[in-house]
T-cell receptor
Framework: ETGVTQSPTHLIKTRGQQVTLRCSSQ?????VSWYQQALGQGPQFIFQ???????GRGNFPPRFSGLQFPNYSSELNVNALELDDSALYLC?????????????FGPGTRLLVL | KNQVEQSPQSLIILEGKNCTLQ??????????LRWYKQDTGRGPVSLTI???SENTKSNGRYTATLDADTKQSSLHITASQLSDSASYIC??????????WGAGTKLIIKP
């Protein structure tokens, strides 16, 4: 166990709906990154939060947004869901926003969009 | 284009045998290279992180090598166990926050 938890574990939504995924980082970790992993592919970087501010973003549209709270837990929000948003969403926490320290991943939230 | 390519795509070996997974990258500027193990439906677990100056790093039965000149890395697994069945993903970090992920090698260990 890495100490990183995510909720919910599974979720089914329909096209056009909105979804919020949650992540609790490992104790003391101030950096949280979110990834989207389609079946059979490697994770794709969505964005990273460091001390409550977004400090890096991958190639995802603005309907993917996030938050980090003072306790360093984080949310990923996706608006106007599309079928291609179906994937495993992973969050990872670390002590270092520059990526010099190990990232610890949560178990993921599997999202299915119908 | 920044890319990480892994080979083979999948591999089946017998329990107790050794195997080597390959990773070639074209990512620049380079910061570090990581190997992760990912069980089906679970989050990745870090095995090793290597910087430009490191050639070899071990973690138990896992040994990673890095040749920064040829931009190649390998992950060697010794005396494989059934629990080694998983996807192994090579990830290269640029000198900013960006991580470039490979598609992974799916390893199956048969008894």
């Amino acid at each position: 166990e890495t100490g990183v938890t995510q909720s919910p574990t599974h979720l089914i939504k329909t096209r056009g709906q909105q979804v919020t995924l949650r992540c609790s980082s490992q104790s003391g970790h101030n950096t949280v990154s979110w990834y989207q992993q389609a079946l059979g592919q490697g994770p794709q970087f969505i964005f990273q939060y460091y001390r409550e501010e977004e400090n890096g973003r991958g190639n995802f549209p603005p309907r993917f947004s996030g938050l980090q709270f003072p306790n360093y837990s984080s949310e990923l929000n996706v608006n106007a869901l599309e079928l291609d948003d179906s994937a495993l969403y992973l969050c990872a926490s670390s002590l270092d926003p520059q990526g010099r320290e190990t990232q610890y991943f949560g178990p993921g939230t599997r999202l299915l969009v119908l | 284009k920044n890319q990480v390519e892994q080979s083979p795509q999948s591999l089946i070996i017998l329990e107790g045998k050794n195997c080597t997974l390959q990773c070639n990258y074209t990512v620049s500027p380079f910061s570090n290279l990581r190997w992760y193990k990912q069980d089906t439906g679970r989050g990745p677990v870090s095995l090793t992180i290597m910087t430009f100056s490191e050639n070899t790093k071990s973690n138990g039965r896992y040994t990673a090598t890095l040749d920064a000149d040829t931009k190649q890395s390998s992950l060697h697994i010794t005396a494989s166990q059934l629990s080694d069945s998983a996807s192994y993903i090579c990830v290269v970090k640029q000198s900013n926050y960006q991580l470039i992920w490979g598609a992974g090698t799916k390893l199956i260990i048969k008894p």
